[in-house]
């Protein structure tokens, strides 16, 4: 079974700092493909920022970069300069690796508050 | 392009009736995927469809049922609500069915069962 590990419940970080959200996935596949979300509290998923267990770099979109460790299994965000805006819950998720699913397991989720 | 589209918002029913949501994907995506979320079980995956046919399920009671027309919209349907349904409900879609692209979600329809 998959499973994915958020450890932090909450994390708090000032304006224009950078900031590291934590998850760590269990799975027996050799291909998946790791997400993060953020979750304003307008309730949308808002997609952030994919890795592939094949892909050799790690993933960057803008001032999001996953830092990838296969090893550790672990993917843990990055976000760069954080803005009033990044205050949201967010999730890391992974995908099923066979048969073209779009299933994602996530993680329970963990609440950034960015402070001005 | 217009986003995944959620019908209704907030929706209030009472235990004993049924629902059914509606999802719009994004236009020229053929799967659509459903969550649960809950405060107390996080996001829980309930089924998906891909082409009109359901292509996994999660473990959810048969109360829970869906389906995805041709034009790829989809509506999931719930009988005989129970307190514990009380969610949000998340529709995703996403391109290809496959590989790396990611799911788009909507906004969510909010259920309350009294």
């Known amino acids: 079974a998959q499973k994915i590990t958020q450890t932090q419940p909450g994390m708090f970080v000032q304006e224009k700092e950078a900031v590291t959200l934590d998850c760590t996935y269990d799975?027996?596949?050799?291909?998946?493909?790791l997400f993060w979300y953020k979750q304003p509290s307008s309730g949308e998923m808002i997609f952030l920022i994919y890795?592939?267990?094949?892909?050799?770099q790690n993933a960057t979109e803008g001032r999001y970069s996953l830092n990838f460790q296969k090893a550790r299994k672990s993917a843990n965000l990055v976000i760069s300069a954080s803005q009033l805006g990044d205050s949201a819950m967010y999730f890391c998720a992974m995908r099923e690796g066979q048969g073209g699913s779009e299933k994602l397991v996530f993680g329970k989720g963990m609440k950034l508050t960015v402070n001005p | 392009k217009a986003g995944v589209t959620q019908t209704p918002r907030y929706l209030i029913k009472t235990r004993g009736q049924q629902v059914t949501l509606s999802c719009s994907p994004i236009s020229g995506h053929r799967s659509v995927s459903w969550y649960q979320q809950t405060p107390g079980q996080g996001l829980q995956f309930l089924f998906e469809?891909?082409?009109?046919?359901?292509?996994n399920k999660g473990n959810f009671p048969g109360r829970f049922s869906g389906r995805q027309f041709s034009n790829s919209r989809s509506e999931m349907n719930v009988s005989t609500l129970e307190l514990g349904d009380s969610a949000l409900y998340l529709c995703a879609s996403s391109l290809k069915g496959q590989g790396g692209s990611p799911l788009h979600f909507g906004n969510g329809t909010r259920l309350t069962v009294t």
């Open positions: 799975t027996s596949d050799q291909s998946y493909g």
């Open positions: 890795q592939g267990s094949y892909d050799e």
């Open positions: 469809y891909f082409s009109e046919t359901q292509r």
